[in-house]
Every structure is written in C-alpha cells, then in structure tokens.
C-alpha cells in the first residue's frame, strides 16, 4: 500500500502559506507576481529541504529562500520597470522580520472585525480586496457609481480601522 502521508515540507508549506505568501508580497506589490515568487520559493525549498533543520523554526528558513526569489524576481523585471534598490529592499525585508508580531496580531484583528461587518460590506471588501474585481466592474455590477462606491469603500476601511485599533490597541499593545 504506498504511503499516504505528505511530504513533511508539504505539510510546513500548507501550514505556513499566508504568512510566506504577504511576506513574499510585501516585497514586490502585485499579487500575480506574489504568487510567481511564491511558487520558485516552493520548489526551492522542496529542492534543499534535506538541509533543513527541524529542531528550528521553518519559516525564518523559508523567509530567507524567499528573499533570494525576490531579489532574482527584481532583477529580472527591472529591464521592464524601474525598481527599487537590492538596499531598500533589504531594508524593508528587515522591518518587516521586525514587525511579524505585529503583523499577526493586527492581520487576527482584521479577520475578527471583519467578520463583524454587515454581509454586504463584507462581499464589497472580498470583491474589491481579495478578488481584486476593478472599481468599474464592480460599480456596473451593483449599479452604482464610482463614487458611491469609493465612498462605501472608505466607510467600510474606516470601520475596520477603528475595530482593529481598538482590538490592538492604538499603541499596538493588546
């Protein structure tokens, strides 16, 4: 009977993909290729996993593999648009190690006060937000203008806003 049980780096990627992904994000802005990078560092990792050591945190590991992906994406795309420095991007790949406390807790208020929107507002916010849908289809599909809709947008960002910082605190402190 063969084996049934994943891979061990299966499992680690699976338990770790929305963190490696809006890190993976956060250093190059654009969704698509978000997941481009995202899937060279898979295979990467899947390549050197033998060196992998279990007794330390994966993904730590798996940040450093991605910041390597992220630096090979730039340079590629920099003969199609101006990019910033490898400096910078070290900079922010650096603040953003140093926030990941932050992040988590302010990313679990977020999915919190999210839930507590209306069912409308949540399916505008999904729409515009996790489905990427642009302000002009959106704005066709419900039949309403741009404005409105931006200004439902606003109304809604602000809502969260105010749930999450008085989740967190607006020092960052819980």
């Known amino acids: 009977m063969p084996d049934t049980n994943p891979h061990p780096l299966v499992v680690l990627l699976s338990d770790h ?13 654009q969704a698509h290729d978000a997941r481009d ?3 060279e560092t898979s ?6 996993f033998d060196s ?3 007794s330390r945190p994966f993904l730590p590991w798996a940040y450093k593999f991605a910041y390597i992906h992220v630096l090979s994406w730039r340079r590629r795309k920099s003969k199609e648009m101006p990019t910033i420095s490898a400096d910078v991007v ?3 790949a650096k603040e953003r190690d140093e926030k990941q406390a932050e992040l988590n807790e302010r990313l679990s208020a977020l999915e919190d006060c999210l839930t507590r929107l209306p069912e409308e507002d949540r399916r505008l916010i999904g729409n515009r937000y996790l489905q990427g849908t642009s302000p002009d289809a959106m704005a066709e599909t419900l039949n309403t203008s741009r404005r409105t809709l931006y200004r439902d947008l606003k109304r809604i960002r602000h809502q969260l806003m105010n749930c999450i910082h008085h989740k967190v605190g607006m020092d960052g402190a819980t």
Not at 17 to 29: A, C, E, P
Not at 43 to 48: I, K, V
């Open 17 to 29: 993909h929305d963190q490696l992904y809006r890190y993976i994000f956060s250093l190059v802005g």
């Open 37 to 39: 990078v995202l899937q």
């Open 43 to 48: 295979f990467a990792l899947y390549e050197r």
């Open 52 to 54: 992998f050591d279990e």
């Open 90 to 92: 070290e900079l922010l």
